[in-house]
């Protein structure tokens, strides 16, 4: 039952899956030359552990909720976690890198039917006027697994490797899936009679184009990200992991603002961002050294720890509630669709030796999505 006071409870098993598939994504980026050496493969084809979990979403997330949308949710949603727990298992003690690719390729599925229920459960917890603060809690889980998460699993998989490191995540999710169970409300899915369909959802006024600004966005952010050790190296910058944590940190931070902002200034917000992420890409084309490195790693946070919320948020207000889960899996295999991409474009990038370049094709990328968010985001509701 919706009530005026923010369920903390279920917002943050909402942000602790959050956290989980973050973690399970992007890991194998803080850990490329340890992967790479124990399954005898390139740091590029290490790379590709991120790639195929972001295909396992593209192709699940879409016919996954299709098939599923009649499902209570607390059911879809404690069945994704089984997935997690079941394929890092796997992933932390299969021996060849092709297994290792189909255990990640699977979890991704996971990975999508989570992205594609965060913002609609998070959404149906509370009433209209604190959408925007229950969205960013329930997403705080991403940049927490980014500024203290993946440092830390890239120092643990470090030190104890990183099979281990995938084992420690199974149990976490053995553990949120109780969590789940005795805590999370259930709601149900949608009506086997509604006439609320994809093709309905997808040619809504300003959806199509919101969606390419995932494309682009998160596009460019994550090419750079998952080879960032690498960039950095370049760079003259040794401790990969503290850089991490200053991006992560700073991405906490803002999400806390774009919290605040979000309801009543999305538009003002969104394009801030956009803004701040172009110059910040600019800027690592002239900087050397690890301070200025470092700094700009701080405002890339700063521009890129609200950009869930803000593409989630934007959607949002083109549909209604009951299709707010058939829109979040478009925007999901977008979002899945945009990290394959720049996962191989940016290998492409450090097998060409061409990794100086990577700051470049971001500031393009970003400026395409920021044309696009300034004629398509509504400043209301629809």
Same mark, same amino acid.
């Given at each position: 039952?919706?009530?005026?006071?923010?369920?903390?409870?279920?917002?943050?098993a909402l942000s602790l899956a959050g956290f989980l598939a973050m973690m399970t994504e992007t890991l194998?980026?803080?850990?490329?030359?340890?992967?790479?050496?124990?399954?005898?493969i390139s740091e590029a084809n290490a790379g590709q552990l991120v790639t195929i979990y972001a295909v396992?979403?593209?192709?699940?997330?879409?016919?996954?909720?299709?098939?599923?949308?009649?499902?209570?949710?607390?059911?879809?949603?404690? =069945?994704?976690? @089984?997935?997690?727990?079941?394929?890092?298992?796997?992933?932390?003690?299969?021996?060849?890198?092709?297994?290792?690719?189909?255990?990640?390729?699977?979890?991704?599925?996971?990975?999508?039917?989570?992205?594609?229920?965060?913002?609609?459960?998070?959404?149906?917890?509370?009433?209209?006027?604190?959408?925007?603060?229950?969205?960013?809690?329930?997403?705080?889980?991403?940049?927490?697994?980014?500024?203290?998460?993946?440092?830390?699993?890239?120092?643990?998989?470090?030190?104890?490797?990183?099979?281990?490191?995938?084992?420690?995540?199974?149990?976490?999710?053995?553990?949120?899936?109780?969590?789940?169970?005795? =805590?999370?409300?259930?709601?149900?899915?949608?009506?086997?009679?509604?006439?609320?369909?994809?093709?309905?959802?997808?040619?809504?006024?300003?959806?199509?184009?919101?969606?390419?600004?995932?494309?682009?966005?998160?596009?460019?952010?994550?090419?750079?990200?998952?080879?960032?050790?690498?960039?950095?190296?370049?760079?003259?910058?040794?401790?990969?992991?503290?850089?991490?944590?200053?991006?992560?940190?700073?991405?906490?931070?803002?999400?806390?603002?774009?919290?605040?902002?979000?309801?009543?200034?999305?538009?003002?917000?969104?394009?801030?961002?956009?803004?701040?992420?172009?110059?910040?890409?600019?800027?690592?084309?002239?900087?050397?050294?690890?301070?200025?490195?470092?700094?700009?790693?701080?405002?890339?946070?700063?521009?890129?720890?609200?950009? @869930?919320?803000?593409?989630?948020?934007?959607?949002?207000?083109?549909?209604?509630?009951?299709?707010?889960?058939?829109?979040?899996?478009?925007?999901? =295999?977008?979002?899945?669709?945009?990290?394959?991409?720049?996962?191989?474009?940016?290998?492409?990038?450090?097998?060409?030796?061409?990794?100086?370049?990577?700051?470049? @094709?971001?500031?393009?990328?970003?400026?395409?999505?920021?044309?696009?968010?300034?004629?398509?985001? @509504?400043?209301?509701?629809?």
């Amino acid at each position: 039952m919706k009530q005026d006071k923010l369920p903390l409870t279920g917002l943050t098993a909402l942000s602790l899956a959050g956290f989980l598939a973050m973690m399970t994504e992007t890991l194998p980026a803080g850990l490329l030359p340890s992967i790479s050496e124990s399954l005898h493969i390139s740091e590029a084809n290490a790379g590709q552990l991120v790639t195929i979990y972001a295909v396992g979403s593209i192709l699940a997330a879409i016919p996954v909720i299709a098939a599923t949308k009649t499902w209570p949710r607390k059911r879809l949603f404690m =069945t994704a976690l @089984a997935i997690f727990a079941i394929f890092n298992t796997l992933t932390a003690v299969l021996p060849y890198y092709w297994m290792t690719l189909i255990a990640r390729f699977a979890v991704g599925i996971g990975g999508g039917v989570v992205w594609g229920m965060l913002a609609g459960y998070s959404q149906r917890l509370v009433p209209p006027h604190m959408v925007g603060r229950a969205m960013s809690i329930a997403l705080m889980g991403t940049p927490i697994a980014l500024s203290f998460g993946i440092p830390v699993g890239t120092w643990l998989g470090n030190l104890l490797g990183w099979r281990i490191v995938f084992g420690i995540m199974s149990a976490f999710a053995v553990l949120l899936l109780v969590m789940v169970w005795r =805590t999370l409300p259930d709601f149900p899915g949608i009506d086997s009679k509604s006439d609320i369909t994809y093709r309905k959802v997808w040619t809504t006024p300003s959806v199509r184009p919101l969606l390419l600004v995932t494309l682009f966005w998160i596009g460019a952010h994550n090419g750079f990200y998952t080879y960032i050790a690498p960039f950095l190296s370049a760079h003259h910058v040794s401790h990969v992991d503290l850089s991490l944590l200053i991006f992560g940190i700073a991405s906490v931070v803002s999400l806390i603002f774009v919290g605040m902002w979000i309801d009543a200034h999305l538009k003002l917000v969104a394009m801030g961002a956009l803004g701040l992420f172009i110059i910040t890409a600019l800027l690592f084309v002239f900087t050397q050294g690890a301070i200025m490195t470092n700094i700009l790693m701080a405002l890339w946070g700063l521009s890129f720890g609200g950009a @869930a919320g803000i593409i989630q948020a934007s959607l949002s207000r083109h549909v209604s509630l009951d299709a707010l889960d058939l829109v979040m899996s478009l925007n999901t =295999t977008m979002w899945n669709s945009a990290i394959a991409l720049g996962g191989i474009f940016g290998g492409l990038l450090v097998q060409t030796g061409h990794i100086t370049s990577f700051p470049w @094709a971001v500031a393009i990328l970003a400026l395409v999505a920021l044309l696009l968010v300034n004629k398509n985001i @509504a400043t209301t509701k629809k």
